[in-house]
């Protein structure tokens, strides 16, 4: 079975602009969060996808936004983009609610120049 | 809140030593479960255990043990007999039990290098 699959692989933007984060989870999950590892530190809680509604938000600013499609895959979008949103952006699925382990993908790495 | 933090920011060892990643959290829940995950240099966060805050026994699977102490909140990981493949960053994470909020908190990790 495929894991979490993140696209693209990588990514090059400049200030300013925005960009689309794609993430489709492993069969059978419902829940999908994303999360963003800048370089040398551990991964930050940005947002959690339950049945398509939201269910958690990390401390970020309202130019990160997402959302969970029917088929449960999910969007990670960022506008107005900010030398400092250069990372690995990590999406995690997990069956749903409960103690299930989160499944990374390997991530899309976002260089902004 | 929530705080995970890892005092060891790298670690060296040759091939076939013992070696303990440490990990002490701080949370408010009596409720929540702690996890570890390995990051190779290729990204994927690969998940190792996880661990919920009711049951305290110790876990050993292969070389890898782990050893949980909610009297000082720690979730210490060991790998006995280390290879080079174990080389990569090591993180704990906590959550907490509420809900369906699903938010990990990370610590910064622990970058283990394995020496042949």
């Known amino acids: 079975d495929a894991g979490v699959t993140q696209s693209p692989t990588h990514l090059i933007k400049t200030r300013g602009q925005h960009v689309t984060l794609r993430c489709s989870p492993i069969s059978g999950h419902k829940s999908v969060s994303w999360y963003q590892q800048v370089l040398g530190q551990g991964p930050q809680f940005i947002f959690q996808?339950?049945?398509?509604?939201?269910?958690g938000r990390g401390n970020f600013p309202d130019r990160f936004s997402a959302r969970q499609f029917p088929n449960y895959s999910s969007e990670l979008n960022v506008n107005a983009l900010l030398l400092g949103d250069s990372a690995l952006y990590l999406c995690?699925?997990?069956?749903?609610?409960?103690?299930?382990?989160?499944?990374f993908g390997d991530g899309t790495r976002l260089s902004i120049l | 809140a929530q705080k995970v933090t890892q005092a060891q920011t790298e670690i060296s060892v040759v091939e076939k030593e013992d070696v303990t990643l440490d990990c002490v959290y701080e949370?408010?829940?009596?409720?929540?479960?702690l996890f570890w995950y390995k990051q190779p240099p290729s990204g994927e966060l690969v998940f190792l255990i996880r661990?919920?805050?009711?049951?305290?026994q110790n876990e050993i699977s292969g070389r890898y043990s782990w050893n949980f102490q909610k009297s000082t909140s720690s979730f210490n990981f060991t790998i006995t007999a280390s290879q080079v493949v174990d080389s990569a960053v090591y993180f704990c994470?906590?959550?907490?039990?509420?809900?369906?909020?699903?938010?990990?908190?990370f610590g910064k990790g622990t970058l283990l290098t394995v020496n042949p």
């Open positions: 994470a906590l959550r907490d039990g509420g809900g369906s909020n699903y938010k990990l908190t």
């Open positions: 995690a699925s997990s069956l749903g609610v409960g103690n299930q382990p989160q499944h």
């Open positions: 661990r919920n805050s009711f049951d305290e």
């Open positions: 949370t408010r829940d009596t409720t929540y479960y």
């Open positions: 996808y339950y049945e398509k509604e939201e269910r």
